[in-house]
């Protein structure tokens, strides 16, 4: 049969589908097509069962369409719905549409001036100013073949634009915590916690997901599934369509959305139509993953190192396991070599990294770094973690790194620890622990701590034993040091507390029996005793009360509390001066300490103590989300009598009063926080310790910090502490719709030295950004370093230069990449 035009809708879905209709045809033989009264065709609906496998069922009259756009599922009914100002076709074959041509199924959208389908095929052939919507995938060309249901098919020198959600880089990896149980340290009796850090922890400082685009335009597009496009001779940028300062062209582009990645072929990198980069084969991500390939190189000039290059390999070995190559080569040192492996399971996780040079051209020498975290369950209760970290000398970190916190880690800790929990309340391990001390700074050397090797822990909590609860701290310690006196400590220390608690106030008395005993080797030098005994009672009361009370700011409805608290103490006096300090030392005052029964932390000082603390906080709660707004903190101690116990050099604590400590933090203005802390010695009137700071974030990529911290030297025992008088300002702020300040200035007022200067400015420009910073460091051994840091960052692709985003991170509070704060209005705009 020919093509014949058609009046009526009903005779042409009986023609196309030959299937019952809804409705019958009133007027066959009539030759005139049919059309609405302004002159166009009605509403052409054909209605058939999708689905996936390709499989063909009877028609599904009747059935109500379902609105674009919409993901198409098996066994699901999926009308396709024609408009245009002329229908033609033959019967179970073909329908033509011309004219203004609007074909819509569920998931897809297809406008032309002339539009062939295939029902039987669910394919269609779009001529004239093409354009197809389907799956977040926007194509505009002059000829299109496809199959709808499969989306394979082709389009002649069409034009994209491509829509996808990709993880938010706000909504970032960072560095968390994963614990290994341990009762001591090198540093401290109390329990602690060993930390390795976890490169695979999430922090949520943004949205999860943005909207991320790609453009382009191509000879010939080759559609192989819904994901999953082929391109000839075609263009790849992120900026939006007129406005494409860079771009990526490649004789022939992959853009598979199914694995996240991108391919191209003898391809050219372009920004401002220069040719920045040529690659012959070139694998990029589609989704800010990474993928096994050669990394962005990092670039830098410092008056130390040189011209300063590195060009990362990344090796994606698995899902959970990564490696990453470093080659890093500097003009005044020469070529270094790094790796870092990462790995993450079920049972066990980790990482290290290594460092090796061969030859350092300024040190004439050999210089090696590396670090092991790992941390394992080892089933039935047993876990086990190591943290060791090792470099070759103790200028290292000062010579080789651009970070001020690094540049000061003088004690590399090398530690191993096995966990074992018989019972749910009890939790034990055996560590080993050791130091690297690194000496740099020959006028003010570094004490070297005492080695655990080992130390045997013990920490158990059982509540409702004889109606009370019952805590043990026990702990095996074997002492090594190269110089000073050697020796054993064992500690037990039982604890039975009867709280009570309420909803408006706790009571809890406490009892305990702290029992040490030394054995040290020696000691004919010293004159002292091999073996010490040392039997405790402690007696304390811990008692609190919550009062609040409806509130109101500013029309904001609050609720404040009012919350004293009492703390006492008792505990006798015991001689302990012939006891050497092997991992004890002062706590700093402040409110936390105010409430622990000793003052020191480790156990070779247990402070005699007659005292009451009392404290009173404020809180400001918002009235409806109950959300903390500001908290308030003023407390001070009561020594009944004079405090005896002390290190050796320093002074007994006086009956009386102690220093008054004071705290206030919270949202003092809108979109300004606070957090202030002062430490006043009212008897000398003078200053011991005050800290303040303060950060305004209107929004995220708008930030303005200060902070002041002051510590008098008479708060260390140490013979050589100096006085701490520093202050900090940083910030982040917009100069010009695009164009954004960044900075530091890090300064001590007592040594009148600059510890570290940072300035800088980032250009957004949609879908790249610049940045240019400058970095002194003058709180390091030696001459100070400066640093230049150049980046060129093209959005959701790459960058290019030496990388200061995580230096700005790390040095101003707040700071937010400005490309990663587009709104996704902004984003999928158009101009």
Not at 274 to 280: E, G, M, Q
Not at 302 to 322: E, F, M, Q
Not at 618 to 623: A, E, Y
Not at 735 to 761: C, H, M, W
Request: hydrophobic share 40%.
């Amino acid at each position: 049969m020919t093509g014949f035009p058609l009046r009526p809708i009903a005779a042409l879905l009986g023609c196309l589908l030959a299937a019952p209709v809804a409705f019958a045809a009133p007027n066959a033989s009539a030759a005139k097509p049919a059309t609405t009264p302004e002159g166009r065709a009605p509403e052409l609906k054909l209605e058939r069962r999708f689905n996936v496998m390709g499989a063909k069922s009877r028609i599904a009259p009747g059935v109500v369409g379902v609105p674009y756009p919409m993901e198409a599922r098996s066994g699901e009914v999926y009308p396709v719905f024609i408009i245009a100002n002329r229908l033609e076709g033959r019967t179970q074959e073909v329908a033509v549409a011309t004219g203004d041509v609007e074909l819509r199924r569920a998931g897809a959208l297809v406008f032309g001036e002339k539009v062939t389908y295939w029902p039987l095929d669910d394919e269609i052939e779009a001529q004239g100013n093409v354009q197809l919507l389907q799956a977040g995938q926007e194509f505009t060309t002059p000829h299109l073949r496809l199959r709808l249901s499969e989306h394979v098919g082709f389009a002649e020198d069409p034009d994209f634009f491509i829509v996808r959600e990709v993880p938010s880089k706000l909504y970032r990896p960072q560095r968390a915590s994963v614990n290994v149980v341990s009762t001591g340290t090198a540093t401290s009796g109390a329990p602690m916690m060993l930390n390795v850090p976890n490169s695979y922890g999430l922090a949520t400082v943004g949205p999860e997901w943005r909207p991320s685009i790609a453009a382009g335009t191509a000879d010939r597009a080759e559609f192989e599934g819904e994901n999953l496009i082929s391109m000839s001779n075609a263009t790849y940028s992120t900026c939006k369509p007129g406005a494409t300062d860079w771009y990526l062209h490649a004789a022939e582009l992959r853009l598979d959305y199914d694995q996240d990645v991108g391919d191209a072929r003898n391809a050219v990198l372009r920004f401002m139509d220069v040719p920045i980069f040529y690659a012959p084969a070139a694998t990029f991500s589609l989704n800010h993953q990474p993928r096994s390939g050669f990394l962005h190189p990092f670039f830098a000039t410092s008056s130390r190192d040189g011209v300063d290059l590195t060009v990362p390999y990344y090796w994606s070995i698995a899902p959970n396991y990564d490696a990453t190559l470093y080659p890093r080569y500097m003009s005044k040192r020469g070529l270094q070599l790094g790796l870092e492996a990462r790995y993450l399971d079920d049972n066990f996780r980790g990482e290290s990294r290594v460092e090796y040079m061969p030859h350092d051209q300024l040190a004439e020498r050999e210089r090696y770094a590396y670090r092991v975290l790992h941390q394992q369950n080892l089933g039935m209760g047993f876990s086990a973690g190591i943290n060791y970290n090792r470099v070759s000398d103790d200028f290292y970190w000062q010579d080789l790194s651009s970070r001020l916190l690094q540049t000061s880690q003088v004690q590399l800790p090398q530690q191993f620890v096995v966990g074992y929990t018989p019972i749910p309340w009890l939790q034990t391990n055996v560590q080993v622990q050791r130091f690297q001390t690194l000496q740099t700074d020959p006028s003010n050397p570094v004490a070297v701590p005492y080695f655990l090797e080992p130390q045997v822990n013990a920490v158990g909590f059982k509540p409702d034993v004889l109606g009370m609860d019952f805590t043990l701290i026990g702990q095996y310690s074997k002492f090594t040091h190269p110089t000073q006196v050697q020796g054993e400590r064992l500690v037990v220390y039982p604890q039975f507390s009867l709280p009570f608690v309420h909803p408006a106030f706790n009571f809890i008395p406490k009892v305990g029996l702290h029992a040490t005993q030394y054995a040290l080797t020696d000691q004919t030098v010293t004159g002292q005793p091999d073996t010490i005994s040392r039997v405790m009672p402690v007696v304390t009361v811990d008692s609190s009360v919550i009062f609040e009370r409806e509130a109101s700011l500013f029309d904001i409805p609050l609720i404040q509390t009012l919350e004293p608290r009492l703390y006492y103490v008792n505990i006798p006096y015991r001689n302990q001066n012939d006891i050497p300090v092997f991992d004890t030392a002062q706590s700093d005052f402040n409110f936390a300490q105010m409430f622990t029964e000793n003052r020191y932390s480790g156990f070779d000082r247990i402070n005699d103590a007659n005292q009451l603390t009392a404290a009173v906080t404020t809180r400001l709660l918002h009235g409806e989300t109950g959300v903390e707004r500001l908290r308030a903190t003023l407390g001070q101690r009561y020594y009944f009598r004079q405090s005896k116990v002390t290190l050796p050099g320093q002074a007994t604590q006086p009956e009386g009063y102690s220093n008054l400590v004071s705290a206030v933090s919270g949202l003092v203005l809108p979109k300004t926080y606070a957090d202030f802390g002062w430490e006043y010695n009212y008897r000398d009137s003078i200053n011991e310790r005050f800290s303040s700071g303060m950060r305004y974030q209107p929004e995220l990529g708008k930030v303005l910090s200060a902070g002041y911290r002051y510590i008098n030297s008479n708060l260390s025992t140490s013979s050589t502490a100096t006085t701490v008088n520093q202050f900090d300002i940083a910030g982040q702020w917009p100069i010009t719709p695009n164009l954004s300040a960044v900075g530091r200035y890090n300064y001590s007022l007592e040594d009148k030295q600059l510890l570290e200067a940072i300035a800088g400015f980032e250009y957004n420009a949609g879908c790249w950004a610049l940045r240019a910073v400058v970095q002194r460091l003058d709180a390091i051994a030696g001459s100070p370093n400066t640093s230049f840091f150049l980046q060129l960052e093209l959005t959701d692709f790459g960058s290019v230069g030496s990388n200061p985003i995580a230096l700005l991170r790390r040095s101003i509070p707040g700071y937010g990449k400005t490309n990663e704060l587009t709104t996704s209005s902004s984003l999928l705009s158009t101009p």
